[in-house]
């Protein structure tokens, strides 16, 4: 209608269009997306899906041809490339609603009464510096600026006991719930201080914890612990209300290599024999129930995460109810914290990209409190640069993310609820299978759960040599000019003896940390064959691949530059067509023999074996074992060095 027309409009000929309209519309009984089409079948959709892999050179094409896409992301769970309203299930009967049983969408029932809205989560930072003050700086610093509650780690070489009530002097303890984690062997001395700082009061903020985790100490350290005093504890902790007394830390079973599944078992395993022991103790179920939080790893696979941490109330919830808990306390009280196998030590400051990942994901999947490391943590102690930005990255996505704004955000969605579920079986049948075993100090005292979490880090291992789960900064787009930023060393929570503790970028920062130990910088000769415009993409490929193992990479056309190179190892760059055939002339394979003729040691090939060309010790491809190759190198290097 043109402005014309609308001024032409009197109102009574509006209000009687206005009458014409019924007073209810007629609803359809389902809102269908794009109802003008006709609705694309499954089948069709494979059917294109197909087309592209043919294009893209797969010859032969499982069967169903979703199979080429899917991928593992824990033990026994595949994700898939397509999901549909027949792969959620009947949601209603297995999510619930936020607040009630079985708490898959979160433990908080709703929103704020005074502001309408979600509350958040409670934003924890972890201290752990020997020196009282630097450390009492570092708590007035963050709770100042945005964090709700500390997270403190008390021992020897962390805070001391004898210094926990100055660190504390300032803190306003009625507000700012206070997590307590013992530095070594034990925990029950500092349960006992900060019992002894708090007597008498009634006041404390709901949300403390003594972090009492004796089965964590096991894992780790390889010797049984004590769990017949956490009653007595307990029964002291229940005089000051929301005060718990046990941390369930799964993350000592995520940073052994574990899946999700893995973590999720275990951690109900744990939960269990502590009820065990709680109500062998004197506790009732509720007592108990109320006694327990658990702490999980957050990664950058954010679906996951976001799936492990409603799958883990569902599976607390199920605990329960065969526990006889009453319903309002089976749900399960989660402090996620972002993965320390996931943060690297070279190009630190992509673990800025990766906790902002991980914290979205925690938020997202309901966890009531969250920390995010530094990102410097795998170098030391933080400063206050990096604390600052920590604390910063979860006030981003609460102030100005709204992310607490939606109960549940991925609530609904096909792929989550699928994922969930599938978690939830596979972790559910590992926790049963370590209840068989007799429980879970049986099971660690058996290997059953070291054997299980070394075979889920050997398939994850296989992909990061593989490069299919790619390390950004590490095992792809290095940056070898980096200077690191220096921190103090941070002493270890946790004993030894157990359960390892790896990292996912670790294999390739010991090649890199091996490369800068070297008297000369170690090199790989990139010579190149064909045209620039040919060559150029396989260069960058290996450029990359041996740059991840701290290997500089000047090139050259052909054998020129070698000499000037001043190493014995190279790389042939080029296409499959300037390479030649193995029937016919081979340049590729003459430029091996000239290389070798100049002085090479060891010479490969970037492109894939079966171009079988003559003199070539080793081809690097797409999907090839790049850590074996870089480890070859290196030898090649350090023998004729």
Same mark, same amino acid.
């Given at each position: 209608?043109s ?7 009197s ?13 209810e519309?007629?609803v359809?009984e389902?809102?269908?997306l ?14 294109? !899906?197909?087309?592209?892999?043919r294009?893209?050179g ?10 080429? =896409?899917?991928?593992? !992301?824990?033990?026994g769970?595949r ?6 309203a ?9 999510v619930?609603v ?9 433990s ?32 007035a610093?963050d ?19 004898d210094a ?13 719930p ?10 029950y ?12 009061r ?10 009492l985790?004796p089965?964590?100490?096991?894992a780790?350290?390889?010797?049984q ?13 229940a005089?000051h ?5 046990v941390?369930v830390?799964?993350t ?6 574990a ?8 951690? =109900? ?15 009732s ?6 006694q ?14 976001i ?11 199920r !605990?329960g ?8 306390l ?7 914290v972002?993965?320390?196998v996931?943060?690297t030590?070279h ?23 969250v ?17 600052r930005?920590?604390r910063?990255?979860?006030s981003?996505?609460v102030e ?9 955000p991925?609530?609904?969605?096909w ?5 969930t579920d ?7 049948e ?6 068989r ?15 299980r979490i070394a075979?889920?880090?050997?398939a994850r ?6 490069r ?5 900064g ?5 940056n ?9 060393p941070?002493t ?22 091996r ?21 150029t ?5 290996a ?12 090139s050259?056309d ?9 190493t014995?190892v ?5 296409t499959?067509?300037d ?12 430029l091996?023999?000239?290389l070798?003729?100049a ?16 003199g070539?010790?080793?081809y690097?491809f797409a999907?090839?074992d ?16």
């Amino acid at each position: 209608m043109s402005s014309t027309d609308q001024q032409a409009v009197s109102p009574d000929a509006t209000a009687s269009a206005d009458a014409e309209v019924p007073a209810e519309h007629e609803v359809p009984e389902a809102l269908e997306l794009a109802a003008e089409f006709d609705a694309a079948t499954r089948d069709q959709w494979r059917e294109l !899906v197909a087309g592209v892999l043919r294009k893209a050179g797969r010859e032969e094409l499982p069967d169903p041809v979703e199979a080429a =896409l899917t991928a593992t !992301v824990a033990t026994g769970v595949r994700i898939e490339p397509l999901y549909t309203a027949e792969d959620a299930g009947d949601l209603p009967a297995t999510v619930g609603v936020p607040g009630l049983a079985p708490f898959v969408r979160g433990s908080r029932p709703g929103a704020d009464p005074e502001t309408g809205v979600p509350g958040g989560w409670d934003v924890r930072q972890r201290h752990a510096h020997p020196d009282p003050a630097v450390t009492k700086e570092a708590i007035a610093a963050d709770l100042e600026n945005g964090v709700t509650s500390l997270w403190l780690v008390v021992g020897e070489g962390a805070i001391g006991v004898d210094a926990l009530g100055d660190v504390l002097s300032d803190v306003l303890l009625d507000l700012a719930p206070v997590t307590i984690q013992a530095a070594g062997v034990g925990g029950y001395d500092v349960a006992e201080a900060f019992l002894s700082l708090v007597e008498g009061r009634s006041d404390l903020a709901a949300g403390s914890t003594l972090g009492l985790d004796p089965l964590g100490l096991q894992a780790a350290g390889g010797e049984q612990q004590d769990l017949s005093g956490l009653a007595d504890v307990a029964r002291r902790a229940a005089a000051h209300d929301g005060l718990r007394t046990v941390v369930v830390d799964a993350t000592v079973f995520a940073d052994a290599g574990a899946s999700a599944v893995e973590e999720l078992g275990c951690s =109900l395993a744990a939960g269990t024999a502590y009820l065990r022991a709680l109500t062998d103790g004197g506790l009732s179920v509720d007592e108990a129930f109320g006694q327990l939080e658990f702490r999980y790893s957050a990664s950058a696979d954010q679906f996951t995460t976001i799936a492990a941490l409603r799958a883990a109330r569902r599976l607390w919830d199920r !605990v329960g109810e065969v526990s006889g808990a009453a319903p309002e306390l089976r749900g399960q009280r989660q402090h996620a914290v972002t993965s320390s196998v996931m943060t690297t030590k070279h190009d630190p400051w992509v673990n800025l990209l990766r906790t902002t990942v991980a914290g979205f994901a925690a938020g997202v999947g309901g966890a009531d409190v969250v920390t995010v490391q530094p990102f410097d943590a795998a170098l030391g102690l933080p400063d206050a640069f990096s604390r600052r930005i920590a604390r910063n990255t979860q006030s981003l996505l609460v102030e100005e993310g709204h992310l607490a704004r939606v109960l549940d955000p991925a609530g609904g969605s096909w792929y989550v609820e699928s994922l969930t579920d599938s978690l939830a079986q596979a972790a559910w049948e590992w926790f049963t299978e370590i209840e068989r075993a007799g429980g879970l100090v049986a099971a660690l005292d058996s290997g059953l759960v070291g054997d299980r979490i070394a075979a889920a880090w050997e398939a994850r291992a296989k992909r990061l040599a593989t490069r299919k789960d790619a390390i950004t900064g590490v095992s792809e787009f290095p940056n070898l000019a980096e200077k690191l930023p220096e921190r103090e060393p941070a002493t270890d929570v946790l004993p030894t003896g157990g359960l390892p503790r790896v990292r996912a970028a670790q294999a390739f920062e010991e090649l890199r940390d091996r490369a800068a130990a070297a008297e000369r910088p170690p090199r790989v000769y990139l010579a190149t064959i064909g045209p620039i415009a040919r060559h150029t993409a396989r260069a960058g490929f290996a450029g990359n691949l041996f740059q991840a193992g701290g290997l500089e990479t000047p090139s050259g056309d052909g054998v020129e530059g070698f000499a000037d190179a001043g190493t014995t190892v190279a790389c042939i760059c080029g296409t499959d067509r300037d390479y030649g055939t193995k029937d016919g002339p081979s340049p590729a394979a003459e430029l091996a023999a000239a290389l070798k003729d100049a002085g090479a040691t060891q010479v490969w090939l970037a492109g894939k074996p079966d171009l079988a060309v003559d003199g070539v010790d080793g081809y690097v491809f797409a999907g090839c074992d790049a850590l074996a190759a870089l480890r070859s190198a290196h030898d090649e290097l350090g023998a004729r060095a």
